[in-house]
């Protein structure tokens, strides 16, 4: 219970409050919560029934910011260390004339500073996810379901990653009902962190999570690719050309061939005379040598041998070595050529062995990103001021600092406040959702009080932040992490 929440229902008839934080305006009975379990009757009183959320900055003896131990972190208050008080548990107000819930001043660093903190509602909001893997997804544009529902699409395939964009406004609302609640549900549990079951149209199921490896059809990946077959050719072709004759690095993006490309020229490397299929785009690099897939560097093959199209009798010799390995080195295969010009498997010769573990070691660990992305609309900026379009200018001018529950946004260029915010470094469960359906999350405005006054803001209702922590009953802190900007500092166009 949060009892500086400030007022928005009316007392009705009897026991039941109506509540009036979002469009559904729930009758609620006491006891009982509204449709989106965010408030509640609590004796007849409307509470938001969450703890409001303060992010601190706890240093240590010599001032380090302490690392972020959340399994230790018991959600108590520091005395004494910095205090930020985040749109966590804080309440909407609606309709769009009325001020935010919390306008809260403090001193930084010897400026009046102030903080307008609210939840929004975003109907037009989705997430962005990078997803590290070469594994086929699915075709660009195909949709991507959760609970048999259309929730978003596959877009362009990005240097290692596999994108996906889900929810938007047509997914949200303008689908079916069943379509915007599974939309919603599935929005609501990854940017809450938590796993969630998709499938793509004409490609694989995937089980995703942020900061966690993706699942692609029950496979957990590994590695994130050291990069396309072209380039990987290139990084280590000195290390590998005293072991090996050819080698072949297989990718769906560019198949690289050692001693065509650029690199074996300069090694003044012998050619090997071994054909690969697909389209040749400059030498040493190959588009479309099979069909995207599951299988080695993000292609359907299974045998490495089958994207070999011609070995050059005139060229190619007996003894031969060939290693074929794929972008991330977990698929590698060793050859060597018999008298009648035919590959023969042999094991990894001990020289080259250390080359493909250097690929592996090269690769990044594969793994899930979410970013959220909503447009802060009217009533967000009717709660920070009368004239909304100044705040979106501050905003612009890096005057207004926004924030989701105290961790660092990217505003995009252009008209209105388009933000996306990285959900691993907000505070656990910081998300809602209403069933209009829309999803509720933390946003908070910070700029000096004079131009706050100066852009007309609720100058009449800002309370000192201190008032409002000991008017609230139920409040957690959460120790901001060290990579976070602490929101009350300068800011730059990167963070
Ligand atoms: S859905 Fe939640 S915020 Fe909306 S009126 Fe009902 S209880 Fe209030």
């Known amino acids: 219970m949060n009892?500086?929440?400030?007022k928005t229902a009316e007392q009705d008839e009897g026991e039941i409050v109506r509540c009036d934080a979002c469009p559904v305006i729930c009758r609620i009975r006491k006891g009982r919560s509204g449709a989106c379990d965010r408030y509640g009757n609590v004796d007849g009183e409307l509470v938001?029934?969450?703890?409001?959320?303060?992010?601190?900055?706890?240093a240590a003896e010599k001032g380090a910011v302490v690392p972020f131990l959340k399994e230790h972190w018991d959600g108590s208050l520091v005395a004494g260390a910095p205090t930020f008080l985040t749109g966590i548990g804080s309440g909407t107000t609606y309709p769009d004339y009325k001020p935010a819930p919390f306008i809260v001043s403090t001193q930084h660093r010897g400026v009046d500073t102030v903080t307008v903190v609210t939840e929004g509602i975003f109907s037009y909001c989705g997430v962005k996810l990078k997803i590290d893997t070469d594994r086929y997804l699915g075709p660009e544009q195909a949709a991507v379901r959760h609970e048999g529902e259309a929730v978003g699409h596959v877009t362009t395939a990005e240097y290692g990653s596999q994108m996906l964009s889900l929810g938007g406004v047509h997914h949200l609302t303008g689908g079916s009902k069943k379509e915007g609640n599974a939309t919603c549900a599935a929005l609501l549990a990854l940017c809450n962190k938590q796993a969630v079951e998709l499938t793509v149209d004409g490609g694989s199921a995937l089980i995703v999570q942020a900061g966690k490896p993706p699942i692609v059809d029950g496979k957990q990946e590994q590695r994130m690719r050291v990069g396309c077959g072209s380039a990987t050719i290139g990084i280590f072709a000195k290390q590998w050309h005293e072991h090996a004759d050819e080698v072949i690095v297989v990718d769906d993006h560019i198949t690289g061939v050692f001693t065509e490309h650029q690199?074996?020229?300069?090694?003044?490397?012998?050619?090997?005379?071994?054909r690969v299929r697909g389209r040749r785009s400059t030498p040493g690099r190959y588009f479309q040598v099979a069909n995207p897939g599951s299988g080695w560097g993000g292609t359907d093959v299974t045998d490495p041998l089958s994207i070999i199209d011609r070995i050059d009798p005139k060229t190619a010799w007996p003894g031969l070595r060939l290693l074929m390995v794929s972008t991330t080195g977990e698929d590698h295969a060793y050859?060597?050529?018999?008298?009648?010009?035919?590959?023969?498997?042999?094991?990894?010769?001990?020289?080259?062995?250390?080359?493909?573990?250097?690929i592996e070691e090269n690769c990044e660990p594969a793994m899930t990103s979410v970013l959220f992305m909503a447009g802060?609309?009217?009533?967000?900026?009717?709660g920070v001021t009368e004239n909304p379009v100044r705040l979106t200018r501050s905003v612009r001018e890096l005057v207004t600092r926004v924030t989701c529950g105290g961790a660092p946004v990217?505003?995009?260029?252009?008209?209105?406040?388009t933000l996306m915010v990285d959900v691993t470094r907000m505070p656990e469960n910081s998300f809602g959702y209403v069933p209009t359906p829309a999803l509720v999350a933390p946003i908070e405005f910070t700029l000096p009080l004079p131009d706050y006054e100066a852009l007309g803001g609720h100058s009449g209702e800002v309370k000192p932040l201190e008032a409002v922590l000991e008017a609230v009953a139920r409040r957690q802190s959460w120790p901001q992490p060290s990579d976070n900007p602490w929101p009350l500092d300068p800011q730059d166009r990167l963070t």
């Open 410 to 417: 990217y505003v995009w260029p252009g008209g209105g406040i």
């Open 376 to 382: 802060a609309g009217g009533s967000l900026r009717a």
């Open 335 to 358: 050859f060597v050529l018999d008298e009648n010009l035919v590959p023969v498997a042999q094991p990894l010769p001990p020289g080259l062995n250390p080359v493909v573990g250097r």
């Open 48 to 58: 938001r029934l969450d703890p409001l959320v303060v992010t601190q900055q706890v």
């Open 263 to 274: 690199a074996g020229k300069y090694l003044d490397v012998r050619a090997a005379g071994i």
């Open 3 to 6: 009892d500086a929440t400030p």
